[in-house]
């Protein structure tokens, strides 16, 4: 099934008036729809694009903003054998082809896009998420900075840990930033993002049935979000694999931290929140606990920002 809506949260400010008569010219608040695409893959890279492509149309037909995918949306999940020869021969470069596609698609609607791609760059590779602004424009991508290498995630052999510092954005709908699926679970990561200001933490996901403790995916990010005054969006991939079988449920996080929309386990879908980001000055992140930090303090035991 494809399509259900959250109904509470992102809002976020334009100007309005522009051009208008002395004294209408004012700030008004809209809500910032965003769309988390969940959808299976299977081993036909075209297919897989073809209706992520499709479901793009749909979200944006439906007001969607920002678009997000999750880890490796196109592709089978790579990592969940361990790496052979060949198996590198898959990365592709960013710019290019898929990223050339969304871009167009992007610029058609007006909407902002977070894709995650298995990227060349070079003789390296890394897991990466390109983000396009809604004009089209790649503004940067974030390369996953933890590689994980465990039983059906065998990252090691695939990805080498990322170089940039490139996590926020400002794009047309606000500051996004991106935590790459197992980046999501160093506290450290998470709270750089909040220390940068993002409004919006989107989190292409991997995650399997069964993977961790029941409610501990929603749980670790309602407490990110709490902590640091962002919403957070976890975008995840679904369907049984040669290996792995990912449980879907993606969901979002308001910064209060709580969870405000979630898809099924189990099947694709197309889930949609609005977002307020005008809740975020009022939070108790923004109005004491980023406030109330004490840097001097925690450099005695060697912690810095």
């Known amino acids: 099934m494809i399509g259900a809506e959250g109904r509470s949260g992102c809002f976020w400010q334009r100007i309005k008036g522009q051009g208008l008569s002395p004294g209408l010219d004012h700030i008004e608040e809209f809500p910032m729809k965003i769309a988390l695409i969940q959808q299976h893959a299977t081993k036909d890279y075209e297919e897989n694009l073809k209706r992520g492509i499709e479901s793009f149309h749909q ?12 880890e490796l949306a196109f592709s089978p999940f790579l990592p969940q054998i361990p790496a052979e020869p060949g198996s590198l021969a898959k990365a592709e470069p960013i710019p290019g082809p898929t990223t050339e596609e969304f871009s167009n698609l992007a610029k058609q609607y007006g909407t902002v896009v977070i894709l995650n791609l298995f990227e060349r760059d070079g003789e ?3 897991d990466a998420s390109p983000v396009i602004d809604a004009d ?11 590689i994980m290498e465990g039983p059906g995630f065998h990252e090691r052999g695939y990805y080498v840990p990322g170089d940039r510092t490139d996590f926020v954005y400002d794009t047309s709908v606000g500051s996004v930033g991106v935590a790459i699926c197992y980046d999501r679970h160093f506290p450290e990561y998470m709270r750089f993002l909040g220390l940068q200001g993002v409004e919006i933490v989107i989190v292409p996901q ?7 403790t029941e409610g501990i995916f929603e749980a670790e990010l309602q407490v990110a979000a709490f902590q640091n005054g962002y919403f957070a969006a976890l975008v995840n991939r679904v369907g049984k694999e040669d290996v792995v079988h990912f449980s879907g449920e993606s969901f979002v996080v308001n910064p209060h931290g709580r969870v ?12 949609y929140a609005d977002c307020d980001l005008s809740l975020i000055p009022e939070t108790p992140a923004k109005k004491h606990f980023l406030q109330d930090r004490r840097s001097d303090f925690y450099s005695k035991f060697g912690l810095q920002d």
Do not use: N
Not at 136 to 146: A, E, I, K, P
């Open 124 to 126: 390296r590779t890394f």
């Open 59 to 70: 979200a944006a037909r439906s007001g969607a903003e920002l678009i997000a995918y999750a």
């Open 136 to 146: 089209g424009r790649l503004l940067g991508v974030t390369r996953m900075v933890h």
């Open 260 to 271: 405000i929309a979630q898809a099924p386990q189990g099947e694709d879908f197309i889930l």
């Open 206 to 212: 991997a995650g399997a049935v069964g993977e961790w």
